[in-house]
């Protein structure tokens, strides 16, 4: 780790000159070097933090075919705040937002991650419940047996999904079919 800036400057809330900023560099499993900024005001206890990439990959899409449910429980996902996955088979998406946050879990924990926003769905909307119910049904029998593809695309390369079988999964870069 290093620091990169430390400063104490002009607070973007409250206008004193008592906001304490902070960057450095800091090395990263899976996101290589990123860039770690904090700030602290202690005239108003406004609060900053953010991590940015300090360097970016080649565009990829990983293509993860899950073929049982030992595929689903035991490979892991490795989103960045960039990367957007998708499975055409059981027909969701998830994409990265201007606040999106990078994550580190398993194929499991991400399809029970788009459970909850499908039962968040029924209850927003429920002239949609039966369609979103037989979504919930499709995704639970994938989890438990697999028979599905996830497609994980990300413009800077940091996003990948790391098989328990490499047969699995297949790299290649964005742009391409």
């Known amino acids: 780790m290093s620091i990169l800036v430390q400063t104490v400057t002009r607070c973007p809330v409250c206008g004193a000159e008592a906001f304490s900023y902070t960057e450095f560099l800091y090395e990263t499993p899976y996101f290589g070097n990123v860039v770690v900024s904090t700030g602290f005001c202690r005239s108003c206890g406004y609060r900053f933090f953010d991590v940015d990439y300090a360097e970016s990959g080649n565009p990829t899409r990983v293509i993860f075919k899950a073929e049982n449910g030992e595929d689903v429980s035991k490979s892991l996902v490795v989103r960045s705040k960039t990367g957007s996955i998708k499975s055409p088979d059981l027909g969701f998406s ?38 979103v119910d037989e979504f919930i049904e499709e995704v639970q029998r994938a989890i438990d047996s697999g028979g599905f593809t996830l497609i994980v695309e990300d413009p800077l390369g940091k996003s990948v999904i790391i098989p328990r079988r490499p047969e699995t999964v297949r790299i290649e870069p964005l742009g391409s079919t």
Do not use: C, H, I, N
Not at 101 to 120: H, N, Q
């Open 94 to 131: 998830l994409e990265p937002g201007p606040q999106a946050e990078p994550f580190v879990t398993t194929v499991e924990g991400l399809l029970y991650r788009a459970l909850d926003y499908a039962e968040s769905l029924k209850a927003l909307e429920p002239e949609s419940a039966r369609r």
